[in-house]
């Protein structure tokens, strides 16, 4: 409905108190009946001076709608340049005509905030619905607004992820052996990092609209597609990995606390107790993980009906550990732990902690003795230190009020099968504690150190995307994101804190350090603590892992859909795809097949550091993200969320990267590894992809700097490396007419310095624009196919010499501005009935001289080799007539760099006079090629002062004949364009003259032109000329300075051919145009005659300055 104001008629200052006046005028606006309306009322009537005496008219809001396209939008897009708008409707409307042409392209205001106002922001991968939707048509039901608040959003999801399996599995273990202290720094540490992160995240997902995806989104969209591919598979296995770890916890509350004996594999021997529970997670965990992956499969809504009772499972379970706190202050729970000395003993096969008992007033031995005993005699032989030691009886939740902290205090670190001991207690010798394996003591099941429960706990801190994830259904995501989040993990920090605390507070130090209660029949150790019974916890902490477990194999296979459907990662397009319903069927099994990996390792304690590097990696680049788009202050850069800085995201990054060599060092680098290969993948084979990143911001910044500092001073000698403007030629079509010289560029450079691939196109940039753009992209294809690094620059002029003009002047941009120009020996100048082609040339030599630019022209440059050719053995020969800087001897050592030309030699030749010492001459330029370190034949060359033989002359001669006839051929043309100009002239003034004096006497007499008498004078003129003209040409003797000019080519031409006819390159100096434009054509033949019987010939000017030296 378009909202819109409508003028209403008020008498004397009050509202008029007939309706029927507004719903006239309202018709009128919106091409409706009014039954007020006066017949012939214009629109423009409204705004035309009424009588003073009526009414003053007044607006007043209507919503009715308005035919004039404010109301109603004709684009079917909000954005600018749509390529779906419907090119058919017109814009009708009167008062906004002056932008109605724009319209086609430019939506209007009201449009582009309707079609925003009802934007709905679905999660990623879910095209196949929005397709299945526009199928539909009229059918199309309406989009149910998202509803979620912050409460049910972002902060329960966020606590469902955070709490889970190591608080009910790990956390009492990892207080006891490290020590409330240290524990309460790696829960520090921990939360810290997520806190940090965070903050980083809220801002980023306060930065506009961000659609499910998470932290994948948010990472690809901040730095580049090649980070967030890199990043987003980091998450990605994190995820699934995550899912391993939950399984495993499932599996080990199973067969531990709920029903050991479904147990397959049993050791018979106390020392295959570990091997023997680490097969029975393989098994037991390989058929949850298919039943899970079987549930995802057919129904994810269960899935997430089910979320709930799963986080009723982690609440209750929390809220009766901190009753069993509170009980502990009045009544402890009876949970005796039986020491034998000061070692802990296992409790499950003897039910009372006595050598001997009395049964029917009989002394007996107890179970406990034949455990320690080769039988249940007094006189048996038993273990020496369960006779020298008494057996006593500890409780293991002693209670908040005992003084346990103290004890608790510090850690208990030790290796693998160190027994669990009670300092306090007094011990006797005995045995040496190795040998005890067999003994029912409580043993420590892997070597325990402090990095080692840094990585084991921090998966207990993950969780905190669960918000971002869910932000398609949010009502408020930029509000919900920051606040649910944060409060989440705020929540759940108080929770690891004050939980650190009371365990140390409430429960004996050897009971803490029982991972698997052992000591208390096998009962869970949290469990004992809380109230009313350990059950609560059991089966609290089972669901809880189940319910972790199946979000996992939900969220990973989606994550994977989304950079599956991004296309940034070519090999993974087969998981974008999925059922009807947009299920990622194939992702799912992708994750199920890695989620089986982690279950083989089978170890929670192995498995906990993987998942906490892939995720430590995403949370780094968050923060990284973060840090990047507010130093570089992007002007897309506007989080709602005010509360982050720099300072903070490096702080969190740094943290995260602490963290990750604290946990696991070796597992650092294989993640990072494993980050930078998918990184360089994507950036050699992923699709292009421009999402504003932040990465490109920095590059941008970066290239300023760089560029700001390269102009402060010219570049050393010793620095300098042709840096290109390649003139190339296109043909009618805009296709490149001689793709090899891009070639010998990539060639002659090898992927280094500058280069800038020019054209020029004739005409006005108002109607060559769409040619233009053609040939842009035509160059660009032919630079990919020729491997050529570099940046393309198409030029619109009036002519192409002003064009070329601008291309020297003005290509590149401060320091990275081109230093030689490269183009393609004008071949058919003399085939071209325009003399422009060559002159263009020539001035083009002359305007790089200017510029103190050099200048490098291919011959036969279609026969130069490309980039997949081999030359075999060879030679690059080097015609060193005048010194040029020293641009002659450099590029045949850039050339031989590339593969094209690396087996080849180089030649250098030198001519000399005969005034010269040919021998002294070829010593030093070994000498000097010795300095320069370069490796070269050396030839020195005898010219000897010939008299000037009759071929030159007749050479000479010919070129000037020629060279007179154009321009005998262009003066008739301008004699004849001339001749007619003048005739119309004189017929214009006889005529006027007429008019003017008809009746006047003549003072003299007007001859009268007649068609033919026009033409008969024109022939007898002509050909008096062309006589005259002829008679000059073959009487004309040749210049003398062209003479010399001619000698000195030939005989350099002869000398060149002679000795480098077989060479795979000639490189030889290019003389410099005369002065004189007059002798620009001979300039021309000079050069042709110079070359003639080449093929690959690369005449090379320098640019007046040394390129290359002698010193390091």
Avoid at 394 to 413: A, C, D, F, K, R
Avoid at 600 to 626: K, T
Wanted: glycine share 8%.
């Amino acid at each position: 409905m378009g909202d819109r104001f409508v003028v209403v008629p008020v008498d004397g200052g009050e509202i008029a108190q007939h309706p029927g006046s507004v719903k006239a005028q309202a018709a009128r606006l919106t091409g409706g009946d009014g039954q007020d309306e006066e017949p012939g009322l214009e629109e423009d009537a409204l705004f035309k001076p009424q009588d003073p005496n009526a009414a003053v008219p007044i607006l007043e809001y209507n919503r009715e709608p308005n035919k004039y396209g404010d109301g109603v939008p004709k684009e079917n897009s909000p954005f600018i340049n749509n390529t779906d708008n419907d090119k058919s409707s017109s814009y009708d409307g009167t008062n906004m005509a002056l932008f109605e042409e724009e319209m086609d392209s430019n939506p209007m205001v009201s449009s582009l905030l309707d079609k925003l106002a009802n934007y709905t922001n679905l999660t990623q991968g879910a095209q196949e619905h929005e397709e299945a939707d526009d199928d539909e048509g009229s059918k199309k039901k309406a989009i149910k607004s998202p509803q979620m608040g912050t409460f049910m959003g972002v902060y329960l999801p966020c606590l469902q992820n955070i709490l889970g399996v190591i608080l009910f599995l790990r956390l009492t273990w990892i207080v006891g052996t490290a020590g409330i202290l240290e524990s309460l720094a790696i829960v520090g540490l921990c939360c810290s990092c997520t806190m940090l992160t965070a903050i980083s995240m809220s801002a980023i997902a306060t930065n506009g609209v961000v659609p499910a995806g998470g932290s994948y989104y948010m990472i690809s969209r901040s730095l580049g597609p090649e980070f967030g591919g890199a990043v987003g598979l980091c998450f990605y296995l994190g995820t699934t990995f995550a899912g391993s770890m939950y399984i495993l916890g499932t599996i080990e509350i199973l067969l531990t606390y709920i029903v050991p004996k479904a147990a397959i594999f049993v050791a018979e021997k106390k020392e295959d107790q570990g091997d023997a529970l680490l097969n029975n997670m393989r098994v037991y965990g390989t058929c949850c993980l298919t039943l899970m992956s079987v549930v995802v499969f057919v129904g994810v809504k269960y899935v997430n009906k089910l979320a709930l009772v799963f986080l009723a499972c982690v609440i209750l379970s929390i809220l009766a550990i901190y009753a069993g706190v509170i009980k502990t202050i009045f009544e402890p729970p009876d949970f005796p732990v039986c020491m034998l000395g000061n070692r802990t003993l296992q409790n499950h096969n003897f039910d009372k902690c006595l050598k001997m008992d009395m049964v029917d007033n009989v002394t007996a031995t107890t179970q406990l003795w034949k455990l320690f005993c080769n039988g249940p005699d007094f006189n048996a032989t038993c273990d020496e230190y369960f006779l020298n030691n008494n057996v006593t009886q500890i409780q293991g939740i002693p209670g908040l009020t005992s003084g346990v902290i103290s004890e608790n205090m510090w850690s208990e670190y030790g290796p693998l099968g160190m027994l669990v001991e009670n300092k306090k207690l007094s011990s006797v010798g005995g045995s040496d504690p190795t040998q005890d394996i067999d003994l029912p003591y409580v043993v420590n099941d892997i070597a325990s150190f402090f990095t080692l429960l840094v990585g084991i706990y921090f998966p207990s801190v993950t969780g905190i995307m669960a918000g971002s994830n869910r932000s398609g259904d949010l009502r408020d995501a930029q509000r919900s994101i920051p606040v649910g989040t944060i409060l989440a993990i705020f929540t759940t920090s108080i929770i690891y804190f004050t939980c650190v605390v009371l365990f140390g507070a409430c429960i004996e130090g050897v009971l803490l350090r029982d991972k698997f209660g052992d000591s208390v029949k096998g009962n869970l150790v949290i469990g004992t603590l809380s109230w009313p019974s350990p059950w609560v916890i059991v089966i609290g902490s089972f669901f809880s892992c189940c319910g972790a477990g199946l979000q996992s194999l939900t969220g990973a296979p989606r994550l994977l859909q989304a950079i599956a459907r991004d296309g940034i990662v070519p090999f993974l397009q087969v998981f974008g795809h999925g059922k009807a319903n947009g299920e990622p069927t194939w992702a799912l099994l992708l994750t199920a097949g890695i989620c089986e990996i982690g279950i083989l390792i089978a170890s929670l304690d192995a498995v906990a550091p993987i998942l906490s590097m892939f995720f430590l990696m995403c949370y780094l680049f968050v923060n990284l993200a973060c840090a990047v788009q507010t130093l570089l202050r992007t002007p897309n850069w506007r989080p709602r969320f005010k509360y982050y800085h720099w300072a903070l995201s490096f702080l969190g990054m740094s943290l995260c990267l602490a963290l990750m060599f604290i946990s696991s060092w070796y597992y650092a680098i294989v993640a990072m590894v494993i980050a930078g290969c998918i990184y360089k993948y994507i950036e050699y084979r992923g699709a292009e992809k421009e999402w504003g990143d932040g990465i490109r911001g920095l590059s941008l910044n970066a290239a300023r700097f760089a560029l700001i500092r390269l102009e402060e001073a010219p570049p050393h000698t010793k620095n300098w490396r042709p840096q290109c403007l390649v003139l190339l030629n296109l043909d009618s079509d805009q296709a490149v007419k001689h793709p090899r010289l891009l070639s010998f560029t990539s060639q002659l450079k090898a992927g280094k310095g500058l280069t800038i691939v020019g054209n020029v196109l004739e005409g006005t940039f108002l109607t060559k624009e769409a040619e233009a753009k053609k040939a842009e992209q035509n160059i660009k294809s032919s630079m990919t196919a020729e491997r050529t690094k570099g940046f393309c620059h198409v030029v619109v002029s009036s002519n192409l010499r002003d064009g070329v003009s601008h291309l020297i002047q003005s290509a590149g941009l401060g320091g990275m501005k081109h230093n030689t120009v490269l183009m393609a020996w004008p071949g058919t100048w003399k085939q071209s009935n325009d003399p422009q082609s060559w002159r263009n040339f020539i001035e083009t030599v002359r305007e790089t001289t200017s510029a103190h630019q050099a200048l490098l022209v291919a011959k036969n440059v279609d026969s130069f080799p490309t980039n997949q050719d081999r030359l075999g053995e060879g030679t690059i020969d080097v015609w060193w007539v005048v010194h040029d800087g020293g641009l002659l001897m450099l590029l045949p050592f850039l050339l031989r760099q590339h593969k094209v030309w690396r087996k080849c030699k180089m030649r250098i030749f030198t001519v000399a006079q005969m005034d010269d010492n040919s021998i002294q001459m070829k010593k030093d330029l070994q000498t000097f090629l010795y300095h320069l370190r370069l490796n070269a034949e050396v030839e020195v060359v005898e010219m000897h002062d010939n008299d000037i033989s009759a071929f030159t002359y007749e050479k000479t001669l010919v070129m000037e004949q020629r060279s007179q006839m154009l321009k005998q051929m262009q003066l008739s043309k301008t004699e004849r364009e001339r001749e007619a100009q003048l005739i119309h002239d004189r017929n214009t003034a006889s005529r006027a003259s007429m008019n003017d004096k008809s009746e006047a006497v003549p003072d003299r007499v007007h001859m009268t032109w007649t068609k033919d008498k026009l033409f008969t004078e024109r022939n007898r003129n002509r050909e008096c000329n062309s006589n005259v003209a002829m008679r000059d040409l073959f009487n004309m003797k040749p210049n003398q300075t062209n003479v010399r000019r001619m000698h000195t080519a030939i005989k350099l031409n002869e000398v060149v051919v002679n000795k480098s006819q077989g060479a795979h390159l000639v490189l030889l100096n290019m003389p410099g145009p005369p002065k004189n434009r007059g002798g620009d054509e001979n300039y021309m033949e000079f050069l042709e005659v110079l070359l003639e019987g080449l093929n690959r010939v690369l005449l090379v000017r320098g640019g007046g300055r040394e390129v290359i030296t002698i010193y390091s």
